[in-house]
């Protein structure tokens, strides 16, 4: 673009403007000025689309929908250079930590933080987070499959207690049969719901291996994060029934379309129907 338009302002000038260095154009000039440095005008164009269509996305997800829709392979650097030339960005989520003093319980802590997994249901994570609603706080319990990254189940109560976390997780191992859960690990963090006597007791009835940190239970939380700053802190003043639709609308996109790197650029669906499909 500055080659383009060179004739008409300083150098200096639309450096400035694009925010770029002068001696990152001379050294382009210096190249030979190569065609995969150049301004690309429908390149240009497709990046814009792609995150006008979806504000939310980022450079590695619009990368990946670039990929997936028209078939181009791309750097992160070359997303990062036209979304820095068009003034556009995600939206930024700051990582947050909750964590406990101390352990104040005797249940063991099976993952340890490792969260690797080889196949679908194999370690789950759950956790209860709030919704500010215009009228009450509602509460937001999940259970998240750390292998495909899907949300496997979720309820929303007035009340944040053991009904919501026990209905939460029924459903989702009454969804998953048993032979394709065995050995199953539902991690939590210390909460008074998840080391309950009753709580106990109904993960052993449903022969599901339960594990308790006192740190930290980073990988529904970062579910919850991006549920929030994707979409419900892009609304204000919520009643009741808006929120209880834009959770049920996100978690739709989320499991079925919105593509994630760490899973082989898929969506969390198709990802666990890729892999349950070599498994049985």
């Known amino acids: 673009m500055i080659h383009q338009l060179k ?11 694009l925010k770029c260095s002068r ?8 190249l030979g000025k190569p065609t995969y440095k150049a301004f690309d005008e429908s390149l240009n164009k497709l990046i814009v689309e792609r ?7 980022g450079i590695t997800r619009i990368k990946m929908n670039l ?6 392979i791309l750097t992160k650097a070359t997303v990062y250079r036209y979304m820095r030339l068009n003034g556009i960005q995600s939206i930024i989520r700051k990582k ?45 319990c999940a259970i998240k499959d750390l292998y495909d990254k899907s949300i496997i189940s979720y309820r929303i109560s007035r009340f944040n ?7 939460t997780f029924k459903a989702a191992v009454l969804r998953i049969p ?6 199953l690990v539902l991690h939590s963090d210390q909460g008074s719901q998840f080391t309950t006597p009753l709580y106990v007791r109904l993960l052993e009835e449903y022969r599901v291996r339960h594990s308790v940190s006192y740190r930290d239970n980073a990988p529904i939380e970062s579910w919850f994060s991006a549920l929030k700053t994707e979409s419900i802190y892009l609304y204000d003043q919520l009643s009741e029934d808006e929120m209880i639709v834009l959770v049920d609308q996100y ?16 969506a969390p669906i198709d990802c666990r129907k890729q892999a349950l499909s070599t498994l049985f």
């Open 7 to 17: 004739d008409r302002y300083t150098i200096q000038k639309l450096c400035f403007v």
């Open 178 to 183: 048993m032979k394709y859960r065995e050995n």
């Open 67 to 72: 990929k997936k829709i028209h078939g181009l």
């Open 51 to 57: 995150y006008e269509a979806d504000k939310r996305q």
């Open 161 to 167: 207690n053991n009904l919501l976390v026990f209905e």
């Open 96 to 140: 947050r930590h909750r964590w406990g003093t101390k352990p104040h319980h005797q249940i063991p802590n099976l993952l340890k933080r490792d969260f690797t997994t080889e196949k679908p249901n194999e370690k789950w994570s759950i956790d209860v987070s709030y919704l500010f609603a215009k009228e009450r706080i509602l509460y937001l």
């Open 251 to 266: 978690v739709k996109y989320y499991n079925e379309e919105r593509l994630q790197e760490k899973i082989k650029e898929l």
């Open 23 to 30: 001696s990152g154009y001379y050294d382009w000039i210096a």
